[in-house]
């Protein structure tokens, strides 16, 4: 089953007064690269997250972002005052502000060191904010997949008729290449013969058996022919396989051979019907591989 890298997913919920919210979102990436994106207060929880993250999804360039918003006073950071006091009695020992030249304000004070204090439910806190998180993080995922399976449908819908024109250009090709040997002994017939008559120069058959057979060796392309045979029928069998494995590097790989093959039989070919046809087959592997890194 074919299942695009590109997705996003999101889920939230209300629970004992706090707001929690998940998104994610994938990209493309020829690896698993996570970036989770959590609220100070909940830092604890990455590795976790990400290690969860990595057995839903193999394969993209991932962003989760959470939060969590309180709606009751548990959630308030508790004033040191010990703290405040010291620091606004050191700072008013600074002439510009003695005299006025520069004011203290509020929110400057509250960001120094050891003002505000975390809850002192921290701990309780953390363990609820897992127990909200992880539930939401796989509804998240659970969205995004099926955005993935989705898009991946139409890609594969897409993939498919590259490969059909593949396999009918190829079906051409190969119908085409037997009568190449033959009109090539043709016209080296026609043109030795324009070339001696009216002499009394008497060609050897052999030498021009001979002549024939190297031709024939050269622009054999039987072999790139099968190969390439044999490589868009895995490509569809792939294609239609269920076992939900990730099938992207795969399917580069392929892509990378089948383009191997369809270069070989343009450079051994000289024939014009068959170059026109692999210059199609080749397009169309082109679309495949530019298609394919989208795939997980």
Sequence with gaps: MIRSM??????????DGVHYLVEVRS????????????????????????????????????????????????????????????YIEQIRRTPMIADGTVRL??????????????????????GRARRAMVPLMHKACDG???????????????????????????????????????????RLRSRIEMMIK???????????????AVYAEKS?????????TGHIEQFEQLMHQSDGSPLGRTLEF???????EANTIASKSPDAEISRLTVEVKGAIDRIKEQVQNVE
Excluded at 41 to 64: F, P, Y
């Design 6 to 15: 590109t997705g996003f997913g999101e889920a939230s919920a209300h629970i």
């Design 27 to 86: 990209l493309n990436n020829k690896y698993f690269k996570a970036v989770i994106r959590l609220p100070d207060a909940l830092q604890a929880l990455e590795a976790e997250l990400e290690a969860d993250l990595r057995r839903r999804i193999s394969r993209g360039s991932i962003t989760m972002t959470a939060s969590c918003t309180s709606s009751g006073a548990s959630g308030v950071a508790t004033v040191n005052h010990e703290a405040l006091e010291r």
């Design 105 to 126: 304000e509020a929110s400057g004070l509250l960001s120094l060191p050891g003002v505000l204090q975390a809850p002192a439910d921290e701990e309780d806190r953390l």
């Design 144 to 186: 995004l997949i099926g955005m993935r399976d989705r898009e991946g449908k139409l890609l594969a819908d897409e993939l498919l008729v590259h490969r059909a024109q593949i396999a009918e250009r190829l079906s051409r090709i190969s119908g085409r290449a037997p009568s190449v040997v033959n009109e090539y002994e043709n």
């Design 198 to 212: 009216g002499t009394d120069v008497v060609v050897n058959p052999a030498d021009l058996i001979r002549e024939i």
């Design 220 to 228: 054999d392309i039987a072999e790139e022919i099968s190969r390439l």
């Design 254 to 260: 392929l892509s990378q051979e089948m383009l191997r």
